[in-house]
């Protein structure tokens, strides 16, 4: 019997990997590669004083006195077979791994342990590798060459073994150094195994799983509303870590728990951990110098979380915790992570939907109650309408693609009035996942009553809202604005995910509520008797809001810019005012009526300009049209605004016949009251009238009374109006010095008031003479004055005709393609805005000679280009207008 070695050996163990495969491809030959690759691996064995123990086919297991020596063979070997030639242009790859310890000699073998360690450790390995565990690296790596080195692989579990395995990847010139991960089996996870794979969250998952492995972050929260998908993304991050964490990723449910024992005892329980002594110190004991993932699913609802998991975090610090929760645990080191609905889909066909997270979950869902579901032309755009109605909400779509058993996407769109009775169908759904309804409740139940009546309150808002206006509609008690400060009451709704919290555009927090939660709160604020309160400061809060704007919007500074932009902001909530104040039967007729009525007509006349302004046409005409009927009873000066107004609106739509019964009756009431400042605007207005009838003698004698009554009452502004629409009469009769002269006084004067809007009516009115008469420079130049004013005004209709008059100067240049793309950008905000163009014919007249100059395709690729713009790179065209002597070299 021969002599083996003792002690503390190392021991290799080696095969060649895929060798069935080898043996298939290579047929007779394979007998003469494995003869090569034993006399390969038998010459390095020797060479490095290795003792061969056994051969089995492609496999051996080699014994070393020297961990050193071991390695060499190792480095000897892998070079000499991947530099071999071999039969057939064959790839033999052998995995090798080696292990240190000290097994018994038995007979002329060895055993133990320490054997089927280096035997398991070999077997995770890849054809070209070398790995070595904990034990042989402390062994060599000091002792290696100065290019020879050690990768560390982190810790793995081996079968039949029970504790995980740290192992290391021999690295050295010759060798490969890229593999696959090690075929072990991973550390001792216990996760739920979810029915359907993640849709989506690809960028969520990484944040995860990053804050995760990074360094300095023990404890990371996911935090949303509920359904939002937080436990979904836990189990995709918790899985994608499984190799990460050696001594296990466990998964806890505690959506059952409600306090700190009781949480105590489950993380025990799923650690296998239970005892007779106190829970806590089981689990503390058992992961004190583990490390390892734990996921604490569902938190919001514990008494004492916090600190449970400080304790945790403290008696393990190789611990990290992933945590699941409505709202944050406020630990010293927490990562919070917000978890936010899916991305919504966007307008188009079937492939653009497709590439929505939102709508390829309810794809995925429906296709499991309807097998062969899949989105088409017919019912792209019903799917897009059925996840922005749910606001991307997980839960909701998979609730709602349940349905789609029985209807189809259509139908289904139809049915959704009251999404949040939406019910699964599915038994296995926690009771608080069963509906939409019972989700909300859930984050509802956690509020203190008092700000559970804040978030009732917050419901009336639609759109969001600011701090102050939250402050204004949820005061309650005496004074109802001594209440706490927004902020805290924002904070608390933010706390357990009820609300959104972004930045305004005027950088202050405005507050958010995805539609399924505001329908929810609505619901509970009409049980609680609250509704009607709500909505009347609601609507008072913002006929307010809308007052102060009309002001700045008829002020001559650049404040009107901001006032434009805050109507814009908070439109959707002034359309719910309007609704609940001239819409809604008021509760008690008698009185409630009139002082909706009263709300409403204010927030009608504040609003008007507003309308014009950024061509809301069609909905201000309609809301102005009921007020009018509201006040024709009484009459007198609110009548007459808002019959003005109408006529305008009426006017701006191509209906100048209509609209000129409406200023008619409104002068007539101005002179009946004998105030001469709204004479001259309804002048004026008239004069403007008559000229879009083509009545232009009419306009003139009109707009020239109008002129002098400004005068007689001091009124610049009445006065710059005036002159600058005479200016444009004169124009279109042909009365180009006359235009001229009085445009020059308008403009002077709009210049001396400070008025940026008056000023760029002026500059594109005398724009206007210039183009008529032929003088292109000279429109060119005030076309260029005024373009960063209208490029960043906001006003739809002055966007389109300065981008019509610039496309006739373009043509008259000889620019025929910048007057193509101008045409097509101007057609597009009309038909967008339903404002027709004055007068087309006269922009053909120019058009017409610089279309001839260039092919058809030419031109009809260019008018295409600017219809596709959008209005901010449509105001982008004017800004990049060049001077006129730049366009005539």
């Not at 503390?8 to 080696?14: C, I, R």
């Not at 009185?591 to 061509?615: I, K, M, N, P």
């Amino acid at each position: 019997m021969r002599q083996l070695p003792t002690g503390t050996v190392t021991m290799l163990f080696s095969d060649i990997e895929g060798s069935t495969a080898l043996l298939g491809r290579l047929g007779e030959r394979y007998g003469e590669t494995l003869s090569i690759q034993r006399a390969l691996m038998r010459a390095a064995i020797s060479a490095t004083h290795g003792q061969e123990i056994g051969t089995e086919g492609d496999s051996f297991f080699v014994v070393f006195s020297s961990a050193g020596d071991a390695v060499r063979c190792c480095l000897a070997a892998q070079r000499a077979l991947a530099s071999h030639d071999w039969p057939g242009e064959a790839a033999v790859r052998v995995r090798m791994g080696l292990h240190s310890g000290e097994p018994a000699v038995q007979e002329d073998d060895y055993v133990g342990m320490d054997v089927h360690r280096a035997a398991r450790i070999a077997a995770a390995a890849h054809g070209g590798q070398v790995v070595l565990s904990e034990a042989t690296r402390l062994l060599v790596e000091s002792r290696l060459a100065d290019d020879v080195s050690v990768r560390d692989l982190g810790f793995h579990r081996l079968k039949d073994i029970e504790a995980p395995e740290r192992i290391y990847q021999l690295v050295a010139p010759g060798l490969a150094e890229q593999f696959p991960p090690l075929k072990s089996l991973g550390a001792p996870s216990r996760l739920p195994v979810p029915m359907t794979p993640l849709v989506g969250r690809e960028v969520d998952l990484g944040q995860v799983c990053a804050a995760l492995t990074g360094p300095g972050v023990r404890l990371v929260t996911l935090t949303g509303t509920g359904g939002v998908g937080k436990t979904r993304l836990s189990l995709a991050a918790a899985a994608s870590l499984d190799r990460e964490f050696p001594h296990g990723v466990f998964f806890v449910a505690l959506a059952a728990v409600r306090d700190a024992g009781v949480m105590w005892k489950t993380i025990a329980d799923t650690l296998d951990v239970t005892g007779d002594g106190p829970a806590a110190d089981a689990v503390t004991g058992y992961l004190g110098n583990r490390r390892a993932l734990l996921v604490l699913d569902n938190l919001e609802q514990l008494n004492g979380v916090a600190a449970v998991v400080a304790e945790l975090l403290a008696a393990a610090p190789g611990l990290r915790v992933l945590a699941t929760s409505r709202r944050p645990l406020h630990l010293q080191g927490e990562h919070e992570q917000p978890v936010p609905p899916l991305e919504l889909p966007r307008e188009g066909g079937p492939e653009e939907v497709a590439a929505c997270d939102a709508a390829r979950l309810f794809v995925q869902q429906a296709a499991m109650v309807r097998p062969g579901f899949a989105l088409t032309a017919g019912n792209a755009a019903d799917v897009a309408a059925i996840c922005r109605h749910l606001d991307g909400l997980p839960l909701a779509i998979e609730l709602a693609a349940a349905r789609a058993r029985l209807l189809a996407p259509r139908a289904l769109l139809a049915r959704l009035g009251r999404s949040l009775d939406l019910a699964a169908a599915d038994v296995g759904q926690p009771s608080r996942q069963q509906t939409l309804r019972n989700t909300i409740a859930w984050s509802y139940d956690l509020l203190a009553p008092d700000l559970a009546e804040v978030f009732r309150r917050a419901g009336v808002f639609a759109g969001g809202c600011d701090l102050d206006a939250l402050a204004a509609v949820t005061a309650t008690g005496p004074g109802l604005g001594a209440g706490p400060d927004p902020l805290q009451l924002a904070a608390g709704l933010l706390d357990v995910s009820l609300i959104t919290v972004t930045d305004g555009a005027d950088g202050e927090p405005r507050v958010g509520m995805l539609e399924t939660i505001r329908e929810y709160a609505l619901d509970r604020l009409e049980q609680a008797g609250d509704l009607e309160d709500a909505r009347r400061r609601h609507a008072e809060y913002y006929a307010g809001i809308a007052e102060r704007a009309d002001e700045q919007l008829r002020g001559s500074g650049p404040e009107h810019l901001a006032a434009l932009d805050r109507l814009e902001a908070e439109h959707d909530n002034l359309r719910a005012a309007l609704a609940w104040s001239l819409q809604t039967p008021a509760a008690d007729p008698a009185t409630g009526d009139r002082e909706r009525a009263a709300t409403g007509l204010r927030l009608v006349q504040a609003l008007a300009l507003f309308w014009y302004r950024h061509s809301y046409v069609a909905e201000g005409r309609r809301w102005l049209q009921r007020a009018v009927d509201l006040a024709a009873e009484e009459g007198g000066a609110p009548l007459a605004q808002l019959a003005h107004w109408l006529g305008v609106l009426l006017q701006q739509q191509g209906e100048p016949q209509a609209a000129l019964s409406l200023l008619e009756r409104s002068l007539a009431i101005w002179r009946d009251l004998g105030d001469r400042d709204q004479q001259a605007r309804e002048l004026n207005s008239l004069g403007i009238t008559h000229h879009y009838l083509d009545d232009l003698d009419t306009s003139r004698s009109l707009l020239e009374e109008s002129a002098a009554l400004s005068r007689e009452v001091g009124s610049d502004f009445r006065l710059a109006a005036a002159l600058t629409n005479l200016g444009q009469t004169e124009s279109d009769a042909g009365n180009f010095d006359r235009a001229t002269q009085v445009l020059q006084e308008a403009l002077a004067i709009d210049r001396k008031r400070g008025d940026m809007l008056g000023v760029a009516l002026d500059q594109q009115s005398l724009a206007g003479v210039h183009l008529r008469a032929g003088r292109a420079r000279e429109a060119r130049g005030q076309l260029s004055a005024m373009a960063d004013y209208v490029a960043s005004c906001g006003d739809p209709e002055f966007l389109a005709t300065t981008l019509e008059m610039c496309a006739a100067n373009a043509a008259q240049l000889g620019e025929a393609l910048r007057a193509a793309r101008l045409t097509g950008a101007g057609e597009a905000i009309r038909q967008k805005t339903g404002i027709p163009i004055r007068q087309p014919e006269l922009l053909e007249q120019f058009l017409a000679a610089a279309r001839a100059t260039i092919a058809p395709e030419e031109w009809n690729d260019e008018l295409a280009a600017g219809r596709a713009l959008s209005q901010e790179q449509a105001a982008m065209l004017l800004v990049s207008l060049p001077p006129s002597h730049e366009a005539l070299q």
